[in-house]
């Protein structure tokens, strides 16, 4: 019986084909079969002939004919509901073959409102036409965003764009829609142009004091007005145009109520005031395909361009904090940088409230030990990854077994200081960069290299201390005034002196949005910076800042360069033809971007001559490359060796493999606007399912170690040693793994019977997704199903803004500074990503901000710790381990968690045999 069914399936399958379907579609669409003729460009004849053939293979009538129309039986409909996502599968099929084959790299078509197309969909086509050659791009414009998915459900677009607007903080339900993906791409405020004389605290304004003037209504102001149950007015003026309605607001013909976007390049007039709203309302912008499409490569690509875009920022006072935290946040993501990962491209550097992970934009991932090699070609294939999946849910299997893992290696000995100068070393770093100025890509990478060259006012030593830089002193004389006298020995690296003028010149270009939009988030607290003697500057901030002081560091936000040099090249620093200059014991000489870079010891620099006379850094990614440079004896130093790899790199005979913890941390938090995760039992049965120490063992291999913080214990180090920290640590609430104890919360839930939710996992961070699989096991247990997937690193970070739609997600951070309040400040604070409001904390953040007692100040961000682990919002899983390989030959001086953000290669000697 089921060979019989099985051969009657088989024999239907072989029946159809893509043309014949789409014929029907078309018969569909154009209500009789010459309309469809003609929309397909073939003869009336050749489309009847067709449907013919296909009805006769499959024994069943497809279209009901008249003599002037067409429609499809129940047997055509069918098959024609089905011919959009059958003819996304062979299209994904083909494009990524015609890729492999050196052929174009596809099509992409677009379905959008009209100002969606605007702000959205014409620059990522701008962007995809430069960045993808080859690519086809087209937009059609759908009246509203239902019928731009419509359009995708029928097979007629690939990638519809849409927008929903929401009082901030709304409880949302993740939508599903069968067949289809829905990807949220970002979230703008909505602002209100108005000639109101209304209070408005903080620059925001309640619209229920706007509703008995006159509106320009349109689809925004339509949706605010339906949540105050304001009626229309005949004083009220209607239009869609977000133009026309900042243009009449701009006369005083009324309120307008517009995404800020709108407001990118105008002036606002005199009399005419740019407001927030109290509560503030968000306009979220999400992409949807067809799932068989979201694996076609160009449409793909496609939707990383979406997710990386961000529209124009405007000047709105109560915007401005809230839009450059969470893109300074993102900006430590753009660039490649090392994890100790399985497949790693990147993991960012970052400081003072922002994040972290792994990220190569645009490009396949490396491949995984077992996997083939990556083809050439911009798009990753879907073929490896899902075989990435496979690796995944084997391992996570392993994880659920407990397997008994190896332990951390010893480091290598090392031979003592001959003395002797070193010629040239060869650096392998996983990942490329395309510029060399941190300002325009920050990434943790750019600081490794930056800093080798440039320098701060000070520096930070293996203990993560301050010491002097190019300042020989400094001292705070108050709460928000720091004075730095520089030393009269420095020198740039062309012989020119460093003066205060160029010190002044390099922190304005750095405080700059357009000039260093990688910096300038972190000079944000900065009210003035200036000279006040011929070698001294004072930098004046608006409110007390403890942590300000280390951001004058280039593992913070100074890089001091030449002002005659930067302008010289008009700002375009950091390229192959301007390359860099610093006052740095190493100049670059040549730079080659996603290929190499090359450095020269200098005789310029004010410090002790290094030993090391050349360094060429070759951008490497791929990690079987890197190891296969380093068994050929071709590699002096490589960045974060993969855990995977740990063993074969611990194995050479001419390297040794070095561990040191990272200051990273991560861990799953929950998006508390999202249903069920709004609700504290959920959060709490999912807290007691995190089994965290058979991460660490299994996992991470040892290297690692199991979080009880958000705060790592080397944060901790001003005030308490190693073990006080990690005491001090254990103090706040923990949700320990307890399966009983989950099935018990989840049934005093509002989800009693359990829930279906999904997960992304970037893929740069492939040991999260074989956490996250690990954790899918064991919340099936407790009757919650939870889908993991992968996305690209540009996805995974949209979805980490507060108005997307995942309630749960993994927060993956790499601290460079070390401070304490630097990962809690991010993730609980104002603004955060889990839409968390607990004025305690806010109130605990700004008095640790001020506080200047070490201990003092990690008392009331213990206290921050303590309130959000109580409301289970933020659930810590490890803090992490990095490796970095060196020549056996080649040693370095304080080796640790602060190493290669100041100038590492001082420290690196021949070590004795």
């Known amino acids: 019986m089921e060979e019989r069914d099985s051969a009657e399936i088989d024999a239907l399958t072989r029946a159809l084909d893509v043309h014949s379907l789409r014929i029907l579609v078309a018969i569909d669409e154009q209500g009789s079969i010459s309309a469809a003729a003609r929309a397909l460009g073939f003869t009336q004849p050749t489309i009847t002939q067709h449907v013919q053939r296909l009805e006769s ?541 090359t450095l020269e010891r200098v005789d310029t620099w004010w410090g002790e001559l290094p030993k090391v006379k050349e360094i060429v850094v070759n951008f490497v990614p791929d990690e079987s490359t890197r190891l296969l440079a380093a068994q050929s004896g071709d590699i002096d130093v490589a960045f974060n060796v993969p855990l995977a790899q740990a063993t074969q790199w611990e194995n050479l005979d001419t390297m040794r493999v070095e561990y040191v913890n990272d200051l990273s941390y991560v861990g799953l938090y929950f998006n508390t606007s999202v249903a069920p995760f709004d609700d504290p039992k959920v959060r709490e049965a999912i807290a007691h399912s995190v089994d965290r120490e058979t991460y660490v063992e299994s996992l991470l291999r040892g290297h690692g170690e199991a979080a009880t913080a958000i705060m790592t214990p080397e944060s901790l180090g001003k005030a308490y040693s190693a073990d006080e920290a990690r005491a001090k640590l254990a103090e706040i609430p923990q949700w320990d793994f307890d399966l009983d104890a989950a099935k018990a919360a989840l049934a005093a839930s509002t989800v009693p019977d359990g829930f279906e939710a999904e997960l992304l996992t970037p893929n740069t961070g492939p040991q999260l997704g074989t956490a996250a699989q690990a954790l899918s096991q064991q919340l099936a247990e407790i009757g919650i199903t939870l889908n993991v997937r992968e996305v690209p690193i540009e996805e995974w970070l949209a979805s980490l803004d507060p108005a997307g739609d995942h309630g749960v997600n993994f927060m993956w951070y790499f601290s460079t500074l070390g401070d304490p309040a630097e990962v809690p400040s991010y993730v609980v604070g104002a603004g955060n990503p889990a839409a968390y409001d607990n004025p305690e904390i806010v109130d605990l953040l700004s008095q640790a901000g001020a506080e200047s007692d070490p201990a003092a100040r990690i008392d009331l961000l213990l206290q921050v710790e303590t309130l959000q682990a109580q409301d289970a919002v933020n659930i810590p899983l490890w803090w992490g381990q990095s490796a970095t390989a060196f020549a056996n030959d080649l040693g370095i001086n304080d080796y640790s968690s602060f190493a290669f953000i100041s100038s590492w290669p001082t420290q690196l000697y021949r070590a004795a045999e």
């Not at 990383?304 to 401005?320: F, K, N, Q, S, W």
């Not at 420095?490 to 002044?504: C, I, K, S, Y």
Request: proline share 6%; charged share 20%; aromatic share 4%.
């Open 57 to 597: 293979k499959l024994g069943a009538v497809l279209v009901a004919r008249t003599a002037r129309s067409a429609r499809l039986t129940p047997v055509g409909s069918l098959l024609a509901a089905h011919a959009p996502r059958i003819d996304a599968t062979l299209t994904a099929a083909a494009t990524e073959l015609a890729g492999v084959l050196g052929r174009r790299a596809g099509t992409v078509r677009f379905a959008a409102p009209g100002d969606v197309i605007a702000t959205v969909v014409a620059p990522a086509m701008g962007r995809l036409a430069v960045d993808l050659d080859g690519i086809q791009v087209s937009v059609v414009e759908a009246a509203d965003a239902a019928e731009a998915i419509e359009l995708v459900r029928r097979g007629q677009a690939d990638i519809a764009i849409g927008t929903d607007i929401a009082a901030a903080g709304t409880r949302r339900v993740t939508p599903r829609r069968s067949g289809l993906r829905s990807t949220f791409l970002f979230a703008e405020e909505i602002v209100t142009l108005t000639t109101s004389a209304a209070e408005a605290p903080q620059a925001r304004i309640d619209p229920a004091l706007l509703v008995e003037r006159p509106w320009i209504r349109g689809a925004v102001a339509d949706a605010i007005a339906q949540q105050l149950g304001r009626t229309a007015s005949d004083r009220d003026i209607v239009t869609d145009r977000p133009d026309a309605a900042v243009a009449l607001a701009m006369h005083g013909l009324g309120d307008a109520f517009v995404a800020e976007s709108a407001l990118a390049g105008v002036r606002v007039g005199e009399g005419v005031r740019a407001l927030g709203l109290s509560p503030a309302f968000t306009r979220r912008t999400t992409a949807t395909v067809l799932v068989e499409a979201a694996s076609i490569p160009a449409v793909a690509a496609a939707l990383r361009v979406l997710a990386d875009h961000r529209p124009t920022p405007v000047e709105i006072d109560a915007l401005i904090d809230v839009r450059r935290r969470a893109e300074g946040h993102r900006t430590r993501f753009r660039t490649a940088a090392p994890s100790t990962t399985t497949r790693t491209t990147a993991a960012p550097r970052t400081t003072a409230a922002h994040s972290i992970t792994t990220a190569a934009p645009i490009a396949p991932p490396a491949a995984t030990p077992d996997a083939e090699e990556s083809p050439a070609m911009p798009f990753p294939s879907p073929a490896r990854i899902a075989q990435a999946g496979a690796v995944a849910a084997t391992s996570a299997l392993l994880l659920a077994a407990c397997a008994s893992p190896a332990g951390p290696a010893p480091s290598g000995s090392v031979g003592a200081d001959t003395g002797e100068e070193i010629d040239s070393i060869t650096v392998a770093l996983p990942g490329s960069l395309s510029n060399l100025y941190v300002g325009q890509e920050a990434g943790i990478l750019n600081y490794y290299i930056a800093s080798i060259a440039q320098e701060g006012l000070v520096s930070i030593d293996a203990n993560g201390q301050l010491q002097p830089g190019l300042a020989e002193s400094w001292e705070q004389t108050d709460d928000v005034t720091y004075v730095y006298e520089l030393r009269d020995d420095a020198e740039f690296q062309d012989g020119t002196p460093v003066t205060a003028d160029d010190v002044v010149f390099s922190l304005e270009q750095a405080r700059d949005e357009t000039s260093s939009p990688g910096l300038s988030y972190y000079l944000t607290n900065v009210d003035t910076v200036e000279k006040t003697g011929d070698a001294e500057v004072t930098i004046t901030l608006n409110e007390p800042d403890a942590a300000f002081a280390a951001n004058m560091s280039t593992g913070g936000a100074a890089f001091i360069t030449s002002q005659a040099f930067w302008e010289e090249h008009d700002g375009a620093v950091g390229t192959s033809e301007s390359l860099l200059l610093g006052s740095g014991p190493y100049q670059v000489t040549e730079f080659a971007p996603d290929s190499h870079v």
